[in-house]
């Protein structure tokens, strides 16, 4: 009789005990296209209607100093872009691989509401 108790144990242990899972790592999809400096540049020119031979270069050594603060490991505030963490850093042949983690802000309603409107009600 102990015998078939150990069995009827053993199978009741084996039967309430949660189901494996595999897990696999996932990679973040972006429907979105990469955004490439010359897109950036034009989007500028556009927003701030600055002539292009004059944007160009300021977007270029604004690029150049993010780049050279994110090699030294200098964490950036560029609100409202967001505030960027460098956790890690690898260096390979011909190319350094930064993993960094970007934080931004929502805007929600709230912040978007005037004061002064509100006021004004």
Sequence with gaps: MPRTR??????TAVA???EAVV???SKPVSTQQELKKPELIEMVVEKTGVKKRDAK?????????????LAE?????????GKVRVNRMKELSGARVVNA??????????DAK???????E
């Design 101 to 110: 983690k970007v934080r931004q802000k929502i805007k929600n309603e709230e």
């Design 73 to 81: 490991g200098r964490e950036l505030n560029l609100q409202p872009f």
């Design 16 to 18: 309430d005990a949660p």
């Design 23 to 25: 897990v696999t790592a």
């Design 6 to 11: 150990k069995k009827a144990v053993a199978a």
């Design 114 to 120: 005037d004061p002064l409107a509100e006021a004004a």
């Design 57 to 69: 270069p300021a977007i270029e050594a604004a690029l150049q100093i993010l780049g050279e603060a």
